[in-house]
């Protein structure tokens, strides 16, 4: 077999990575603040950059402005940064000798994104000759890698993110762009995971090769801008040894030492069965695919187990997946030649097929097969059953379910993964969920009941007037009198008890809000020097409406107060009826202005209470209004801290809940 550096056309030499030590991260870190410095200051933004890789990649490397060509004429456009092998510099290159292309800009926008998109696709689709393998059986990289480098950009990490996923989807796998570099956000790069599995970097595959892996590519965003550039050097220098094998392995765990692994997913594909990467679809129920997946287990005829086989339902096709020693492969021969066609994934204990063309039918018949044909035992994994209670007929659409319900429970998923914690977590929280439904219920018979009284007595239905005497034919002074009360009660039990429990579970003591003028603001001193937000909003929360709510529960349980009768009063031929007041505010208003309250705050201090606990470089921005989807109203998403998305922060407001 050919050599590497033969193949490409360079003469062997012994070659070296200058970032090849235990400084390598901390020296690659300092090289992006420096070029960021000089940046700034005028100098040339591409040549900085070739500097700086032509003092660490090895020979026969080299890094410079120049235009890619090919063999059929086509060319394309000039990049400032072209990564090419050859024994000395060019400004035209042989598409077979670029392995990699970096479009740069001082800073990048959104329409710029688009346009150097479009320039790696060009040059991604210049032709190349295929090379062989080298002697030692490492596969030669032939794909052009494409990189768009930012010192700067108008928007966040996430917003390019979301914009190169929208690219992706509209454009053929083999033309996509490999990563963003923006020295002062952070980076986004094409992540691959097996699945169940920790995500890995994604490498372009080769140009030839039809890839049917089962994995999971995401567009990943990080917003580790101080180390944006290690994260490049750590997909490019790893794609330069496989583009270049002579030039031996390059230091991929010096470059990412101290670099925090968080990062966002944005937007998954998979592999189909042509071997193009397409969206990962919507539609396949969650309960098939993780909850109650098609599976079975293998075991001998005295009971052992051999392994445990999943099928996932995979684009058009499926995956099989296997826990245990048992080779997949005496399984996938009952599938057939087809099912075999694809190399295996051993990793961590598990094996994973690659996609074939499988039905949830053709896995039974392979596991009925199976069984027909060898002294084995299958046992099928039986779905248990369930019941499902029907709680009403909202769903995401409604603020209230989107915000109260899935937003707090998928924001608990993320920031609580103790199982106790979590199972503790969620009977309160059920407590409290079911408590607003009540309350939103009953505010709403208060205000109807009222209203149709009001309007009864108006018309003469349900009062008369009789020699200046007034008859009230439909009082309704015992049912509302019963309904404020349960409201009240209501209220107070979620704010005082069950909201003061929750949060408390998540190290937060809101116990003193409820106590005396001293203790309160004893427990406000010992809270401000560590979340001073907090002890803001409960002063608000105190003056506004709490200290209210108590005062009127209080009064209710433990004084004489009850809602007053509703008052009538001649209005012409008719009467007309005045509404009972709570302290001095009309009944339907007081329990209007409550419910908006207490919706308000068990979103926000629920929010606050488990944004403390995310990972020091994750937080939640507040999606505005006009941004949120007719599907899912969603209020808060996560979001990068110094990506330069805006992060929420708990303050205190007087808008209504659906207004905010």
Request: aromatic fraction near 8%.
């Amino acid at each position: 077999m050919a050599d590497a550096g033969e193949a490409r056309g360079v003469e062997k030499e012994t070659p070296k990575w200058a970032s090849a030590t235990d400084s390598a991260s901390l020296d690659v870190r300092a090289a992006a603040a420096g070029i960021i410095t000089e940046s700034q200051l005028g100098k040339d933004l591409g040549r900085l950059l070739n500097d700086f890789l032509n003092a660490h990649v090895p020979w026969p490397y080299h890094a410079n402005p120049g235009i890619a060509f090919d063999a059929t004429g086509g060319e394309s456009q000039r990049f400032e940064s072209l990564i090419y092998t050859s024994p000395t510099p060019l400004d035209r290159v042989s598409a077979d000798n670029v392995a990699c292309a970096v479009d740069v800009h001082e800073r990048l926008d959104l329409e710029q994104l688009r346009q150097s998109f479009g320039r790696i696709a060009r040059v991604k689709a210049l032709s190349k000759k295929i090379f062989p393998s080298v002697s030692d059986g490492v596969p030669v990289a032939d794909a052009t890698m494409g990189i768009i480098f930012a010192r700067e950009s108008d928007v966040a990490i996430e917003v390019l993110a979301h914009e190169v996923a929208e690219l992706l989807r509209k454009h053929p796998h083999r033309l996509w762009t490999d990563m963003v570099v923006v020295l002062s956000r952070g980076t986004v790069h094409l992540a691959c995971q097996i699945p169940y599995k920790p995500l890995g970097d994604f490498l372009p595959p080769a140009r030839n090769v039809n890839y049917r892996a089962a994995m999971y590519i995401h567009v990943f965003a990080r917003a580790h801008a101080a180390f944006a550039l290690n994260k490049m050097c750590a997909l490019l220098f790893p794609y330069l040894y496989m583009y270049q094998p002579a030039v031996g392995l390059p230091p991929y765990k010096e470059l990412l030492k101290d670099m925090p692994q968080t990062g966002m997913p944005i937007a998954g594909f998979q592999f189909n069965l042509s071997g193009n990467l397409v969206p990962v679809p919507t539609t396949t129920p969650f309960t098939e695919l993780y909850l109650f997946p098609l599976s079975f287990r293998v075991e001998d005829q005295q009971g052992n187990l051999h392994a445990k086989v999943q099928y996932m339902p995979w684009q058009d096709g499926g995956v099989v997946r296997v826990q245990g020693q048992f080779p997949i492969e005496a399984l996938l021969v009952f599938a057939g030649k087809e099912a075999l066609s694809q190399p295996v994934v051993r990793f961590q204990g598990e094996q994973t097929s690659g996609v074939i063309p499988m039905s949830a039918d053709q896995f039974k018949q392979m596991a009925m097969k199976l069984a027909k044909q060898s002294n084995l035992v299958i046992k099928p994994d039986q779905r248990p059953k369930l019941v499902i209670n029907k709680h009403g007929d909202e769903g995401t659409s409604s603020p209230f379910i989107a915000r109260l319900f899935l937003g707090l429970c998928t924001l608990r998923d993320q920031t609580i993964a103790d199982k106790s914690l979590r199972q503790s977590f969620d009977k309160v929280f059920e407590g409290i969920i079911g408590g607003l439904q009540n309350l939103r219920t009953t505010a709403r018979s208060i205000t109807t009941l009222y209203s149709s009284h009001s309007e009864g007595v108006a018309s003469g239905k349900a009062a008369r007037v009789v020699n200046g005497d007034i008859y009230i034919d439909e009082p309704i002074d015992a049912e509302l009198r019963r309904l404020t009360e349960s409201f009240i009660n209501t209220a107070s039990r979620i704010v005082k008890e069950r909201m003061k429990e929750l949060v408390k579970l998540l190290d937060v003591n809101i116990g003193f809000l409820f106590q005396k003028g001293g203790a309160f603001n004893n427990g406000i001193a010992r809270l401000r020097p560590t979340d001073p937000a907090l002890g803001d909003y409960l002063i608000a929360t105190r003056a506004k409406w709490c200290a209210r709510l108590m005062m009127v529960r209080n009064s209710l349980e433990h004084e004489t107060w009850s809602l007053p009768h509703v008052r009538h009063e001649q209005a012409g031929a008719n009467a007309r009826a005045i509404e009972p007041l709570i302290d001095g505010q009309p009944v339907t208003e007081f329990v209007a202005q409550m419910l908006d309250r207490v919706c308000c705050f068990v979103e926000e201090l629920s929010t606050h209470a488990m944004q403390r606990r995310m990972q020091h470089d994750v937080s939640l921005t507040e999606i505005p209004l006009s941004e949120r989807l007719p599907e899912n109203a969603a209020r808060f998403r996560q979001a990068l801290i110094g990506g330069g998305t805006p992060t929420w922060a708990l303050a205190y407001h007087d808008s209504k809940f659906e207004d905010t």
